[in-house]
Nanobody
Framework: VQLQAYGGGLVQAGGFLRLSCAAS????????VGWFRQAPGKEREFVAA????????NYQVSVKGRFTISRDNAKNTVCLQMNSLKPEDTAVYYC????????????????WGQGTQVTVSS
């Protein structure tokens, strides 16, 4: 499955952005999808994930209550709504697809898209 993430940009602290991950290729609805992010000089970290049918989600503690992950299998799309953004949310955001559940482990995801930059100014 091929993935493309888009929707990043520059926003002020307290603002919002909506990232999208568009999929093509294999049956998208077979896969869990996760969002990960990597800030300069830091390790890639888990942000949020959703299972194949959208019924189960998983969030990193620091984004819970601010970010919402959702999916539309008819449109082969997963979205990450990011509200109340903070400067520490600044990173390149990646979407990934895997055959298991909505885990926070990057090794569980076999397919990765290119990143989209999110910059939050203070």
């Amino acid at each position: 499955v091929q993935l493309q993430a888009y929707g990043g940009g520059l926003v002020q602290a307290g603002g919002f952005l909506r990232l999208s991950c568009a999929a093509s290729g294999r049956t998208f609805s077979n896969y869990a999808v996760g969002w990960f992010r990597q800030a300069p000089g830091k390790e890639r970290e888990f942000v949020a994930a959703i299972n194949w049918n959208g019924f189960n989600t998983n969030y990193q503690v620091s984004v819970k209550g601010r970010f919402t992950i959702s999916r539309d299998n008819a449109k082969n799309t997963v979205c990450l709504q990011m509200n109340s953004l903070k400067p520490e949310d600044t990173a390149v955001y990646y979407c990934a697809a895997g055959g298991g559940g909505p885990t926070g482990w990057s090794t569980d995801y076999a397919y990765w898209g290119q990143g989209t930059q999110v910059t939050v100014s203070s």
